[in-house]
């Protein structure tokens, strides 16, 4: 069993900063790619941000220059650096990792989702 545990969500200012955090844990043999998505109310579920195991980014058009992704590949951990927030960031953020567990092939694994408001 993988699990995706995110963690970092809350209630900020416009203007301010935060760092959304995601581990993955279980049996796992190698992950792919990592990114993060966002659904706000009434909306679709969107891609925020990922990564490849390599390092290589990919960000919405929206987001490109405020946030930054990371990873930890030791760690299982992959990072959302959000800076210049804005209220249209208001969202629960996902993690998403495709995960490639013994005896199975890559498989696309989801977080509980952390709530980000940005308000004054």
């Known amino acids: 069993q993988v699990q995706l545990v995110e963690s970092g969500g809350g209630l900020f200012q416009p203007g301010g900063s935060l760092r959304l955090s995601c581990a993955a844990s279980g049996v796992i043999v190698s992950i792919n790619v990592m990114g993060w998505y966002r659904q706000a109310p009434g909306k679709e579920r969107e891609l925020v941000a990922r990564?490849?195991?390599?390092?290589?980014?990919d960000y919405a058009d929206s987001v490109k220059g405020r946030f930054t992704i990371s990873r930890d590949n030791a760690k299982k951990s992959v990072y959302l650096q959000m800076n210049s927030l804005k209220p249209e960031d208001t969202a629960v953020y996902y993690c998403?990792?495709?995960?490639?567990?013994?005896?199975?092939?890559?498989?696309?694994?989801w977080g509980q989702g952390t709530q980000v408001t940005v308000s004054s």
């Open positions: 990564i490849t195991a390599g390092g290589s980014t």
């Open positions: 998403n990792a495709d995960v490639r567990s013994w005896g199975r092939n890559f498989y696309p694994y």
